[in-house]
């Protein structure tokens, strides 16, 4: 019989020093995604996380944010929240245009998906610029850097022509800019200091046993699963108890008690040995009546 022993051995979890925290790399981002199925219906999606807690969602009729957790709005004023909501969906009303314009041009086939990212990285407590990128049913088509729109090398001629027109449009090149350079750093920072105590808590995992499909005759195949805890380092070993295992377990335990019980017993009968009572000063009748012998009476017995 197999004896086997789950043991979590250790969890990383980060202690509560808000220093050792800023140490470690938290991402920002904000995912749209639009879906283009005709040249008349278009659906939009949209989400923001925090590494990979979400904290935000998007209502796509009124393309208003959503705030998932209680410290989501950061430290930032409902005017600010609603300038950045007002972009986002200013960007989902006129960016299927723009698509749709230049489906042959950019030899675009329904149905296809645009999908926006914008984020930011916290390293040591201090928030990086930002980075915008676009992609095509899931490859790379641009990416925002410094002040100008750049093509990406898998996109070829279509990330190309994409790229020109969308570095005609000044203005939004200057929104985009002061989004990734000024307003996602500052989200972040106060995002972290808003919610610091819930992103420091600490949960200890679960964890439990299933079997699943047998690798072969003799053998069965176990799963461990681990959830509920956070944050996301966990550390997860297994220990096996071999067949012989149980005869180690006798000669490691049983015979140093056998051992030390002799030994017990065998000081217990010295003990015993020499404290048994002796009258050597008084001889024996037997004694007296070995020739030879003589008995010497104290005088004051007469």
Same mark, same amino acid.
Request: with cysteine; aromatic share 14%.
């Given at each position: 019989?197999?004896?086997?022993?789950?043991v979590?051995?250790?969890?990383?979890?980060?202690?509560?020093?808000?220093e050792?925290?800023?140490?470690?790399?938290?991402?920002?981002?904000?995912?749209?995604t639009?879906?283009?199925?005709?040249?008349?219906?278009?659906?939009?999606?949209?989400?923001?996380?925090?590494?990979?807690?979400?904290?935000?969602?998007?209502?796509?009729k009124?393309?208003a944010? *959503?705030?998932?957790?209680p %410290?989501?709005?950061?430290?930032?004023s409902?005017?600010?929240?609603?300038?950045?909501?007002?972009?986002?969906?200013?960007?989902?009303?006129?960016?299927? &245009?723009?698509?749709?314009?230049?489906?042959?041009?950019?030899?675009?086939?329904y149905?296809?998906?645009?999908?926006?990212v914008?984020?930011c990285?916290?390293?040591f407590?201090?928030? &990086?610029?930002?980075f915008?990128?676009?992609?095509?049913?899931?490859?790379?088509l641009?990416?925002f850097?410094?002040?100008s729109?750049?093509?990406?090398?898998?996109?070829?001629?279509r990330?190309?022509?994409?790229?020109?027109?969308?570095?005609e449009?000044?203005?939004?090149?200057?929104?985009v800019?002061k989004?990734?350079?000024?307003?996602?750093? *500052?989200?972040?920072?106060?995002?972290?200091?808003?919610?610091?105590?819930?992103?420091?808590?600490?949960? *200890?995992?679960e964890? %439990?046993?299933?079997?699943?499909?047998?690798?072969?005759?003799?053998?069965l195949?176990?799963?461990?699963?681990?959830?509920?805890?956070?944050?996301?380092?966990? %550390?997860?070993?297994w220990m096996r108890?071999?067949?012989?295992?149980?005869?180690?377990?006798?000669?490691?335990?049983?015979?140093?008690l056998?051992?030390l019980?002799?030994?017990?017993?065998?000081? %217990?009968?010295?003990?015993?040995a020499?404290? *048994?009572?002796?009258?050597?000063?008084?001889?024996?009748?037997?004694?007296?009546?070995?020739p030879?012998?003589?008995?010497?009476?104290?005088?004051?017995?007469?």
């Open positions: 019989m197999l004896f086997l022993q789950l979590l051995l250790a969890v990383l979890l980060p202690g509560g020093d808000s050792d925290d800023s140490q470690e790399p938290i991402s920002f981002r904000i995912i749209l639009t879906s283009f199925y005709s040249s008349s219906s278009t659906q939009n999606q949209g989400s923001a996380w925090l590494d990979e807690l979400q904290t935000h969602g998007w209502n796509n009124t393309g944010f *959503r705030y998932l957790q %410290w989501s709005k950061g430290n930032f409902n005017e600010e929240l609603l300038e950045v909501q007002n972009l986002f969906y200013t960007y989902t009303i006129r960016s299927p &245009s723009t698509f749709h314009n230049h489906i042959r041009d950019w030899q675009l086939e149905p296809f998906q645009i999908q926006l914008l984020g990285d916290s390293h407590g201090e928030a &990086s610029a930002g915008l990128q676009l992609a095509y049913q899931g490859s790379d641009l990416s850097q410094n002040t729109w750049r093509p990406s090398p898998e996109g070829g001629s990330a190309q022509k994409v790229c020109s027109l969308f570095n449009y000044h203005v939004f090149i200057e929104i800019h989004l990734l350079f000024d307003s996602c750093p *500052r989200f972040l920072l106060g995002l972290l200091d808003a919610g610091k105590a819930y992103l420091q808590r600490q949960v *200890r995992p964890a %439990w046993l299933s079997t699943g499909p047998s690798p072969g005759p003799g053998h195949l176990l799963v461990c699963h681990v959830s509920g805890f956070y944050p996301k380092p966990v %550390w997860v070993t108890e071999q067949p012989h295992s149980v005869g180690l377990v006798f000669l490691v335990v049983i015979v140093p056998v051992l019980a002799g030994l017990a017993w065998w000081l %217990w009968k010295r003990w015993k020499h404290w *048994r009572p002796q009258c050597t000063d008084f001889p024996s009748e037997r004694d007296l009546s070995r030879g012998s003589s008995t010497y009476l104290n005088p004051a017995q007469h």
